[in-house]
Every structure is written in structure tokens, then in C-alpha cells.
């Protein structure tokens, strides 16, 4: 009995995706987020771009993917962060409207080659040319995400995943939906 459970677990789904911190496993090859290379504000969202490689010229935009991030204000100390690869223009079905998912655009200034996103106490702050993003709350750092932790993961079977970490200390914790329907994290 105890070597059929063993076996099952084997078979489930890994979503480990490196060995250790710096390692990718065999199975997947990674597009990291080398860059906010533009960002745009529409009517009720900012859009924040962000190449697989660092665009130091013309010929660096051919044959290279996109992170495009979403960010909004759904409430006031709340920041909503959308990250898309290849969103396109076909809409999936089943769709539903997420609470507070009409929301506003967050406020947003642009300090040279800074750009910080704000909503209440809460902001964010990017840096064209650095693949970092730095929370900070009541104008003290929470947390920040580092590079090499967002992007997509390819696995040789043809999924992908996107993939994000935040840097955390021992025993913080962050608690969210994610996409609704996973584990509280």
C-alpha cells in the first residue's frame, strides 16, 4: 500500500521549476524578464513592457518575446498587477468579472528613467532597464521581486507557465487568490 502511494505522488505534476536557486531543471528553458523597456498609461490601466532580452538596439526587438504587465488600482492601498505573455486579441471562454476588476487607473509619475505606481499608502516602483519591482507601503520597502524570478518557464512537452517570486523573510508570509480558483499562498 505504501509503495502505491509512493508511485502516485511520482506521477503527479512537478512545478518545481529550478534545482536549487540559480539551477533550471532539465525539462524547462526559461524566458526571464531582462527589462521595462516602455510604459503607457490608457484611461483606467498602466501598461508596463518588459522584453526576454535587453533591447540595446533596433535589431534587438526581432525574434524576442514580451511580458506586458497590467497594473490598476481596484481600491484605494491596492495595487492589481496582470501579467501577460502573447495576450493577443481573442477572448476565452469562460470569462467572469473579477471583484473590483473595474477599478482605476493607479497614480502614476515618471521620474526620469523611474516610474512609480501608486494607490493609497501602496506604490510600486520600476526602473527602465532593470528587470526589478519595488513595493512599498507607507514609503518603507515590503518587499521587491528580483531578476531571474519573473517570466515564463517552457516546458519540453509544450506548456508554459509564468512564473514570479517575491523576496520574503523567514516567516512573512503574503496571502492572495492568484487566479481565483488556486491555493491561498
Not at 130 to 136: E, G, K, L, W
Request: charged share 30%.
Amino acid at each position: 500500500m505504501r509503495r502505491r502511494l509512493f508511485d502516485q505522488a511520482e506521477r503527479q505534476e512537478n512545478m518545481k521549476f529550478t534545482k536549487g536557486f540559480w539551477l533550471v531543471r532539465d525539462e524547462y528553458r526559461p524566458d526571464y524578464v531582462r527589462d521595462f523597456y516602455a510604459v503607457e498609461e490608457s484611461k483606467d490601466a498602466v501598461r508596463a513592457y518588459a522584453p526576454y532580452k535587453k533591447i540595446d538596439g533596433r535589431g534587438d526587438t526581432l525574434n524576442v518575446g514580451m511580458m506586458t504587465f497590467t497594473i490598476t488600482a481596484p481600491q484605494k492601498d491596492v495595487l492589481g498587477i496582470r501579467m501577460q505573455n502573447h495576450a493577443g486579441n481573442y477572448v476565452t471562454e469562460p470569462a467572469f468579472r473579477l471583484c473590483g476588476e473595474i477599478g482605476k487607473k493607479p497614480e502614476f509619475t515618471r521620474n526620469g528613467d523611474d516610474f512609480c505606481f501608486r494607490s493609497g499608502d501602496l506604490s510600486l516602483t520600476v526602473h527602465k532597464g532593470d528587470p526589478q519591482m519595488h513595493f512599498f507601503g507607507r514609503d518603507r520597502e515590503i518587499t521587491c521581486v528580483k531578476p531571474k524570478t519573473m517570466g515564463m518557464m517552457h516546458r519540453l512537452d509544450g506548456r508554459n507557465y509564468i512564473v514570479t517570486g517575491l523576496n520574503l523573510g523567514v516567516g512573512e508570509l503574503v496571502y492572495g487568490l492568484g487566479e481565483r480558483f488556486t491555493p491561498v499562498v
